[in-house]
């Protein structure tokens, strides 16, 4: 089965730069996405087909795509960054969704 | 408003089953194609199945394919999951999600329901 590859956690200061990076052999040619969630809550959509940010997103988030990585990149990170990120994308036919297995983003 | 309420889930023994309801509202539902995701207490998220808008195309992860069936009533603006020969594995608070299509995302999310297997 198709699966997207995350760090289990990335630590930054408030201010600096944090990147969270998801492999998946299928993203050459699929868009990946990518969900912030906080504790119980249910998930949001920070960047959308790689690049895209959603109305009300920060600026300070970004999203890129490279061969096999996207990258999610959070440019000044803030305290109240922290959260789980997940990558999105699908398998290389469209059939099977999955969620990368998610990183623990810590800013202190 | 784009709403979706999930219900049915609770305490059922290993090997038992289980059937989820989400319900619809604020959007065309017939026009829109649907997932379920879980999540495990502590654990991450899992893509469990998808629909498409007319119920004809599914899809399932490794981890439930044989077991769960998911189908919808576009009449009823309801979506389904029926969860049989349950495992402790399958412990996990269960969401409904509005597809964007095309290889999309999920951009509408439930509360979720939480489902426990356990004797």
């Known amino acids: 089965s198709y699966e997207l590859t995350q760090p289990p956690s990335v630590s930054v200061s408030p201010g600096q730069m944090a990147r969270i990076t998801c492999s998946g052999d299928a993203l050459p040619k699929k868009y990946a996405y990518w969900y912030q969630q906080n504790s119980g809550q249910a998930p949001v959509l920070v960047i959308y087909e790689d690049t895209k940010r959603p109305s009300g997103i920060p600026e300070r988030f970004s999203g890129s795509s490279s061969g096999t990585m996207a990258t999610l990149t959070i440019s000044g990170a803030q305290v109240e960054d922290e959260g789980d990120y997940y990558c999105y994308s699908t398998d290389s036919n469209g059939n099977q969704r999955v969620f990368g297995g998610g990183t623990k983003l810590i800013v202190l | 408003e784009v709403q979706l309420v999930e219900s049915g889930g609770g305490l059922v023994q290993p090997g038992g089953a289980l059937r989820l309801s989400c319900a619809a509202s604020?959007?065309?539902?017939?026009?829109?194609?649907m997932n379920w995701v879980r999540q495990a207490p502590g654990k991450g998220l899992e893509w469990v199945s998808y629909?498409?808008?007319?119920?004809?195309?599914?899809y399932y992860a490794d981890s439930v394919r044989g077991r769960f069936t998911i189908s919808r009533d576009n009449a009823k603006n309801s979506l389904f999951l029926q969860m049989n020969s349950l495992r402790a594995e399958d412990t996990a608070v269960y969401y409904c999600a509005r597809d964007t299509g095309n290889d999309g995302y999920n951009d509408y999310w439930g509360q979720g329901t939480l489902v426990t297997v356990s004797s």
């Open positions: 604020g959007f065309t539902f017939s026009g829109y194609e």
């Open positions: 629909i498409s808008s007319n119920g004809y195309t599914t």
